[in-house]
């Protein structure tokens, strides 16, 4: 569970440090690095819901 915990942490810190990225580009007019860090932010979402998923699955079942 506790690497769970840090992969949740990376997740969050991976989406911040993106959506800084993405602000950054737009300020400065580089909408080609904008839409890769919103991508990069897409994917982050979703791998971060997977881990929710499993991890309510995981509650469910009472596994550790």
Known sequence: MGKKFLYNIFLNIGIIVL????VAAYNGKQYSIMAGSILGIAALIYLKIKLAKSV??????GNK
Do not use: D, V
Request: net charge positive; glycine share 0%.
């Open 19 to 22: 959506a800084y990225c993405t």
């Open 56 to 61: 309510k699955e995981m509650i469910k079942t």
